[in-house]
């Protein structure tokens, strides 16, 4: 691919900042909403491992989006340092599924066992995505961005960061589904009904947007690569 873009990926490239800068605003707008409510729920509780990871999902996200907008809004040809933006995200995806665990944790009566094997599994999907991610070779075939240039794009790689995360988010999917049919199937509460459906609808919104993240990265054009980075980060804000 030449280093020099034809039209239609400089479209393509728009497209995808306009979707970034886009999420940057709904990630505004959702804190603005939620934030009586976080004062209300984890302002005055007491400092553990839940609050800690909540507070760096919840802020951290603004810094990593801060700099995919710096990103997005560069010109083409002034390189920018990617390696803190990839930390920063990391740090805050790993938190914001650091909740999840804990919140189906607490669904299986906090079983130390399953606490033990979904902080394995946490750790080893973190390494594969890492070593993925920073791996020279050509995990995927298909298009790649232009060498020695700083175009908005990432490469095919990014998709298999995606199937990690999309296989872990499955498994935290699948164990809320099945503890809630295996021990609440008749249970009548509002409360527990509330909590297990609104757990799965959210698990259901985020491995959809990894889905596509993958679809996108693996498919799609690479200008299409960083479509909905903002919008990843910006999901996992809820958890």
């Given at each position: 691919?030449?280093?020099?873009?034809s039209v239609s990926d400089l479209a393509k490239l728009q497209t995808s900042k306009y979707v970034n800068l886009g999420s940057l605003a709904i990630l505004v707008?959702?804190?603005?909403?939620t934030f009586s409510e976080e004062v209300q729920w984890t302002w005055f509780r007491s400092w553990d491992v839940t609050r800690v990871m909540f507070v760096i999902s919840r802020y951290l996200p603004f810094a990593g989006v801060?700099?995919?907008?710096?990103?997005?809004l560069r010109a083409s040809n002034q390189c920018a340092s990617t390696l803190e933006g990839n930390i920063i995200h990391i740090i805050g995806i790993v938190a914001a599924e650091g909740l999840l665990i804990i919140r189906t944790w607490a669904f299986w009566q906090k079983s130390k066992r399953l606490l033990i094997g979904l902080l394995v599994y946490s750790a080893l999907t973190i390494t594969a995505a890492i070593a993925a991610d920073l791996s020279p070779t050509r995990l995927l075939p298909g298009e790649e961005p232009p060498l020695n240039t700083c175009y908005f794009e990432s490469t095919r790689n990014g998709a298999v960061v995606y199937i990690f995360l999309a296989i872990f988010e499955s498994v935290i999917l699948f164990l809320t589904i099945y503890k809630r049919v295996h021990d609440y199937r008749d249970f009548r509460s509002g409360i527990v009904a509330t909590l297990y459906y609104d757990g799965i609808l959210y698990m259901l919104c985020i491995l959809t947007i990894t889905v596509a993240n993958v679809i996108i990265g693996a498919?799609?054009?690479?200008a299409y690569s960083n479509l909905f980075d903002t919008c990843v980060t910006g999901c996992t804000l809820t958890a």
């Open positions: 691919m030449s280093s020099l873009l707008f959702d804190y603005c909403i801060g700099m995919t907008a710096y990103d997005a498919a799609l054009a690479s």
